[in-house]
Nanobody, 122 residues
Framework: VQLQASGGGLVQPGGSLRLSCAASGFTLDYYTIGWFRQAPGKEREWVSCISSSDSRTYYVPSVKGRFTISRDNAKNTVYLQMNSLKPEDTAVYYC????????????????WGQGTLVTVSS
């Protein structure tokens, strides 16, 4: 079981990035997949998830309307499209899988990717 997050980088405020979370060793659409982020000196924060049962999507209020989570079952990959990025979005972003339909807590996730760094700065 492996989750590989990628797509991070340096972007100016107002810019966009698309993160990818590629799964191997399991079928991604059987699980809820979530994105978390962790800024320096802060706790890991849930950002978004897409549920296993009906692909409903959920977002933390601070990113709603700017971020979009989606899945491509054929590629066994989940994406996080991030638009209108702000300096406060700077963090290492992690993807993870959960067995429950709506998971927003770290302990509800059982496998994690290695993280990809997003830096929003001019």
């Amino acid at each position: 079981v492996q989750l590989q997050a990628s797509g991070g980088g340096l972007v100016q405020p107002g810019g966009s990035l698309r993160l990818s979370c590629a799964a191997s060793g399991f079928t991604l659409d059987y699980y809820t997949i979530g994105w978390f982020r962790q800024a320096p000196g802060k706790e890991r924060e849930w950002v978004s998830c897409i549920s296993s049962s009906d692909s409903r999507t959920y977002y933390v209020p601070s990113v709603k309307g700017r971020f979009t989570i989606s899945r491509d079952n054929a590629k066994n990959t989940v994406y996080l499209q991030m638009n209108s990025l702000k300096p406060e979005d700077t963090a290492v972003y992690y993807c993870a899988r959960a067995r429950i339909s709506t998971a927003i807590r770290v302990y509800e996730y059982d496998s994690w990717g290695q993280g990809t760094l997003v830096t929003v700065s001019s």
